[in-house]
């Protein structure tokens, strides 16, 4: 009986249970069926999301919003970019308990005080729609200026920070010692590396090189008591999710999610305080030229770093075209 009884529980519900879920994605109509905590979005995310018949009403009215304020055609674009991240954010917010995260623009990953500025001009424009800082995570680039903004934002301000593009262990202690609210860890990606560089072309979960990644960040955080959390992001499969069952957070693309509501295998923490506890890893302090030395010497995570920014770039670029069109289909009438 307990079995037929247990089939019918999918692993969606059962992964809650060890697990905060989050969705990830700019496609706020595509979450409420999951009921999700949280949730994350990247300009990526974005770009395909404003694309959308759906939301072109989103896009026209930070349209409007940065034309009305002014300044040169580049200040306007600026100020309409920032506006559609947070416009997204707010509808969000609407449709779920918790946070969502807001990245500030990843040619900034270089510049910690660009980076610290945006940041601040983010939550301003999400406490003008009445929105406090305490829904808000700003997501960084974790390059050293980028964790280095994270605990500026985070020591000075009270600004939380969610740690992005992150694929070496240099880069989570250097955010654990930044003592920024959250890190993602990515996945899916460090074992797209590995499939593209070594001969190895498939993997099961647990030996999944994103999977052992961020198990290792994990049990680093929990064996040192660190209080920044741990959210995986960047799934390539339901395996990968499950074999990280008991991170703190998980964030999760709606396809995924919706493989994961049908499917009713059993799920069973694979990360827990206990085990982390008894792992044998020793405490690591990183100033920047030892943060530079360590992350240098994974080669997979140097590589993927630079291919996130670069990306990210090319997708707000994308995103300010788009922008640009519209605002000269405005002045000319159309």
């Known amino acids: 009986k307990s079995g037929s009884r247990r089939k019918m529980v999918s692993t969606l519900e059962q992964l809650r249970k060890f697990t905060v879920v989050v969705a990830d994605t700019g496609d706020f109509n595509a979450i409420e069926e999951y009921k999700p905590q949280d949730a994350t979005t990247n300009p990526s995310l974005i770009l395909a999301a404003a694309?959308?018949?759906?939301?072109?009403?989103?896009?026209?009215?930070?349209i409007k919003y940065g034309t009305a304020k002014g300044g040169s055609e580049e200040e306007q674009v600026t100020n309409i970019m920032d506006k559609l991240f947070v416009s997204f954010g707010l509808e969000i917010l609407k449709k779920i308990p918790g946070r969502v995260s807001t990245e500030v623009?990843?040619?900034l990953s270089f510049d910690k005080d660009g980076m610290v500025a945006r940041a601040r001009r983010l939550i301003s424009l999400y406490e003008e729609a009445g929105v406090g800082k305490e829904r808000i995570l700003i997501k960084l680039s974790s390059t050293w200026e980028g964790i280095q903004a994270g605990r500026e934002l985070e020591e000075n301000y009270g600004i939380h920070c969610n740690m992005t593009l992150l694929f070496s262990f240099a880069q989570a202690v250097a955010c654990a010692e930044a003592?920024?609210?959250?890190?993602?860890?990515?996945?899916?990606r460090i074992l797209d590396w590995y499939k593209e560089n070594t001969a190895q072309k498939s993997f099961e979960p647990h030996e999944d090189p994103?999977?052992?990644s961020v198990t290792k960040i994990y049990n680093y955080y929990k064996k040192f008591g660190y209080s920044t959390v741990v959210m995986g992001a960047s799934?390539?499969?339901?395996?990968?999710?499950?074999a990280l069952a008991g991170c703190d957070l998980l964030t999760i693309s709606p396809g995924l999610l919706a493989e994961l509501s049908q499917d009713h295998s059993e799920v069973k923490p694979s990360l827990t305080q206990q085990g982390a506890k008894t792992c044998d890893l020793e405490k690591v302090h990183l100033d920047e030229k030892g943060f530079r030395w360590l992350h240098n010497e994974d080669r997979?995570?140097?590589?993927?770093l630079s291919d996130g920014i670069r990306k990210f770039a090319?997708?707000?670029?994308?995103?300010?075209?788009?922008?640009k069109e519209k605002m000269l289909n405005v002045k000319n009438g159309q």
């Open 51 to 62: 694309k959308m018949p759906a939301y072109e009403p989103l896009v026209d009215q930070a």
């Open 105 to 107: 623009d990843a040619r």
């Open 179 to 188: 003592k920024v609210t959250l890190i993602s860890p990515f996945v899916g």
């Open 210 to 212: 994103g999977v052992v």
């Open 235 to 242: 799934f390539r499969n339901t395996g990968e999710v499950k």
């Open 300 to 304: 997979m995570a140097v590589e993927k």
């Open 314 to 323: 090319v997708d707000s670029v994308k995103l300010e075209t788009m922008i």
